[in-house]
């Protein structure tokens, strides 16, 4: 089946720069440089730039024809509360031989509200390398070591011999802290591997007080018991190891080859005085159905989903403050309209359903997706699949995808193929210390038992290509030259399209919902969802 339906949608491409069939990228770049519009302000969770950009999105689905699939239209409500550093009124140091040496909060270190903060800790310190228990390889970096009202000094990462999807489960917010509360600690210091900074130390201090947020609700507490949590420059990183005859020189290159690396008690403490605000604050996802035409299958769904949000104004880079977010993330977003027209244009009828969801607080930590995971406002059991777009990056000659979660399930098998047939290659995470796998809204549909991908523009290793991204995410990547103003390539942002559409139609197509493979440890959220999902009720 899964052959003969992609017959149907075969396309012969001269060379990847050819025009695709069913878009051109121009209307898909006219939707990005709207949603990423100053006007809107970065689209922050939850503000008045968010809420206008989702009514421009809902404008656009009501004259395509969509159907409102939300718990209130086209929208779901998302309760949140904010977190705020008042960094004025904190202070951190290290103590070492009952002498205080204070941190220069935003040079050396600066306190992370991921991990609400008590207002006073003092406390010992280990260093637990990775800061990782994964039972399925037999690794535990707590094992022999007293964290008992300790703080864990980790550097971020995994060992090499850790499968990048398993180790980025398994360095998620939820299952850290799972793995520091059950050793004892009662926070965490965390060192970005050199390695695989996404932005330079001066860029991630920037906005370091900005607020993060979290859902309202005990059901989402992920860190219960949490007292300190700090990100330590890794410049500045020797402070916390002076007199345990180890460097930081040796721990980071050990972690640059994803090396195991070694375990031992800090001759240092931590002294930490913290003041925070907060508020609550409501937000919405967006909801759309296209139904299906089967009698069957139309009550299945296949999802395609993005974040709508950005995060908002912050401190300013060259003189501008508005972090547009054009491709993170007006390029999924502006997709999934595409989409919708192309699909409507063409007149093409879909047997399963197709579910257009664009969430909000992914800049926040996946929130809007978490709540709607949780909370879908469909049967849970109905939906097959999601395909996640999230800052695909037309901006390099389309040669090869990035799909995370490739090995996974058979929708890695399925986009192989239409690959294929649309002349583009498909590769696995190439960046594992990236983390990007968990760090998207996929990753919320995987926990509840769904089969799922994100898919983006790629680049083969060592290419000019591949640095090209890189350069992109150091230079714009949560910042305001994220915005209209920078060039793009249209034809890859075209094809990548058409690789989506080849993609929907064929899960929405074919009789056999995706599977999860025997050997992938997400399978095991399906198992316990039951043999068809969860058992959760639309809209409870």
């Not at 240092?268 to 009698?295: C, K, M």
């Not at 999802?303 to 977010?325: F, K, M, T, W």
């Not at 926040?364 to 406002?377: I, V």
């Not at 699949?385 to 800052?391: H, L």
Request: proline share 6%; aromatic share 8%; with cysteine.
């Amino acid at each position: 089946m899964l052959r003969r339906s992609l017959a149907l949608l075969l396309i012969t491409f001269a060379c990847c720069a050819q025009a695709a069939e069913h878009f051109d990228g121009k209307t898909w770049w006219e939707t990005v440089k709207v949603i990423s519009d100053d006007k809107y302000e970065g689209r922050d969770t939850g503000s008045k730039g968010e809420r206008q950009a989702q009514e421009y999105i809902v404008g656009k689905l009501k004259s395509l024809g969509a159907e409102p699939a939300g718990s209130d239209g086209f929208y779901q409500g998302v309760k949140l509360r904010t977190l705020e550093i008042d960094e004025p009124r904190c202070q951190l140091s290290l103590v070492r031989g009952g002498q205080a040496q204070k941190l220069m909060l935003g040079e050396q270190a600066f306190f992370s509200t991921r991990f609400p903060p008590a207002p006073k800790v003092d406390a010992a310190l280990v260093f637990v390398g990775y800061g990782l228990n994964i039972p399925e390889k037999n690794y535990n970096d707590f094992a022999g070591l007293d964290l008992k009202n300790k703080v864990a000094v980790i550097l971020t990462g995994s060992p090499a011999d850790i499968p990048s999807a398993l180790s980025a489960h398994y360095q998620s917010r939820a299952e850290r802290w799972k793995a520091l509360k059950a050793a004892g600690a009662i926070g965490v210091i965390q060192i970005p591997n050199p390695a695989s900074m996404d932005l330079p130390w001066s860029r991630m201090a920037l906005n370091r007080n900005h607020a993060s947020m979290d859902l309202l609700g005990p059901e989402f507490d992920e860190t219960a018991g949490a007292k300190l949590a700090v990100t330590f420059n890794p410049a500045h990183a020797d402070l916390l190891l002076q007199g345990t005859g180890h460097t930081f020189e040796e721990i980071a290159a050990l972690g640059k080859d994803r090396k195991v690396l070694p375990r031992f008690p800090l001759n240092v403490s931590v002294s930490a005085t913290t003041a925070t605000h907060s508020q609550n604050v409501d937000s919405t996802n967006i909801v759309a159905r296209i139904s299906g035409t089967d009698p069957k299958l139309k009550e299945d769904y296949v999802v395609l989903s993005a974040h709508i949000d950005h995060v908002g104004i912050g401190e300013p880079i060259n003189g501008d403050r508005i972090y547009n977010g054009a491709m993170d993330n007006g390029s999924g977003s502006s997709l999934l309209l595409d989409i919708a027209r192309s699909l409507r244009q063409s007149h093409t009828a879909l047997k399963r359903s197709l579910l257009l969801v664009w969430v909000t607080g992914e800049e926040k930590g996946l929130l809007g997706s978490k709540y709607f995971a949780e909370h879908p406002t469909v049967a849970a059991k109905s939906m097959v699949a999601d395909i996640n777009t999230d800052m695909f990056l037309p901006i390099v000659p389309l040669k090869v995808l990035t799909v995370y979660g490739l090995a996974e399930s058979d929708l890695g098998d399925r986009v192989t193929e239409v690959g294929n047939h649309l002349n583009v290659q498909m590769q696995p995470d190439p960046l594992p210390l990236l983390n990007v796998f968990i760090r998207s809204d996929q990753y919320n549909f995987v926990r509840h038992g769904v089969p799922s991908l994100m898919i983006d523009v790629g680049a083969v290793p060592g290419s000019p290509e591949a640095a090209a991204i890189k350069t992109w995410r150091t230079e714009r990547y949560h910042a305001p030259s994220d915005d209209a103003n920078q060039p793009v390539d249209l034809a890859t942002a075209a094809g990548y399209e058409e690789v989506i559409r080849a993609l929907v139609i064929e899960v929405a197509d074919n009789p056999k919902r995706p599977q999860w493979k025997q050997d992938s440890f997400f399978r095991r959220y399906s198992q316990a969802a039951g043999p068809q999902g969860s058992s959760r009720s639309a809209g409870t």
